[in-house]
């Protein structure tokens, strides 16, 4: 073929391409689209959040954590924090913290018990100590002391924190586990109704304490 008919030939060909080409034939629109990127899904309501787990341990102990509590994300110095239920008609729900220290540390029994007593004032000026209810138990060979009192909680962290952070209507249960690497502290408080219902959820973890 001769240079000569290059223009012609190509010129037809362009006309047949356009005439073959309909409305029809048209890509949707959708297809051309580019892909929209996925939201950020929601935070989940309380509702939603799923339950504690079914075990917790440290330092050679471990125990069964209630199906009803609600474990936290971690925080400095605990080994696990669980919100229990709320009592009907209250607008706070419980907290369970529970810290280790290490072999060893974390202070006597006795001072870990004066101190817990000293977060709470009582209505009449007396020391909480000589209101407070304390116990000592055996769990599965493990000495454990057991501590109940009730007041206005002092809920700043820190012995020597600002009183900045009262709350009347308050109570605590508190039990430490003298385990074979050290004390490891279950440190129960909330509104006193609340503390109250969950008592036996509490004292059925307590309960559960095993050695490794």
């Known amino acids: 073929?001769?240079?000569?008919?290059?223009?012609?030939?190509?010129?037809?060909?362009?006309?047949?391409?356009?005439m073959a080409c309909s409305p029809d034939q048209t890509p949707e629109t959708d297809e051309l689209a580019d892909p929209v990127a996925p939201t950020q899904a929601p935070r989940p309501t309380a509702e939603q959040v799923p339950?504690?787990?079914?075990?917790?341990?440290?330092?050679?102990?471990?125990?069964?954590?209630?199906?009803?509590?609600?474990?936290?994300?971690?925080?400095?110095?605990?080994?696990?924090?669980?919100?229990?239920?709320?009592?009907?008609?209250?607008?706070?729900?419980?907290?369970?913290?529970?810290?280790?220290?290490?072999?060893?540390?974390?202070?006597?029994?006795?001072?870990?018990?004066?101190?817990?007593?000293?977060?709470?004032?009582?209505?009449?000026?007396?020391?909480?100590?000589?209101?407070?209810?304390?116990?000592?138990?055996?769990?599965?060979?493990?000495?454990?002391?057991?501590?109940r009192v009730s007041g206005t909680y002092n809920a700043a962290a820190g012995p020597m924190a600002p009183r900045a952070d009262l709350r009347p209507g308050y109570r605590l249960i508190g039990a430490i586990a003298e385990g074979p690497q050290g004390a490891v502290f279950f440190k129960f408080t909330g509104p006193e109704a609340t503390v109250e219902q969950e008592e036996s959820r509490f004292m059925s973890m307590v309960e559960s304490i095993r050695k490794l």
């Open 51 to 147: 339950p504690a787990a079914a075990e917790g341990a440290v330092a050679g102990l471990s125990w069964s954590v209630p199906e009803a509590w609600v474990a936290q994300p971690q925080r400095p110095m605990r080994v696990a924090t669980y919100y229990t239920e709320t009592a009907e008609g209250g607008s706070d729900p419980g907290e369970v913290a529970v810290f280790y220290f290490g072999p060893g540390e974390g202070g006597t029994v006795e001072a870990n018990v004066d101190r817990w007593f000293q977060q709470f004032d009582q209505e009449d000026g007396r020391p909480s100590s000589e209101v407070a209810e304390r116990e000592t138990m055996d769990v599965d060979g493990i000495p454990v002391t057991l501590v």
């Open 1 to 18: 073929m001769t240079p000569r008919l290059y223009g012609p030939l190509l010129i037809s060909l362009l006309a047949m391409a356009l």
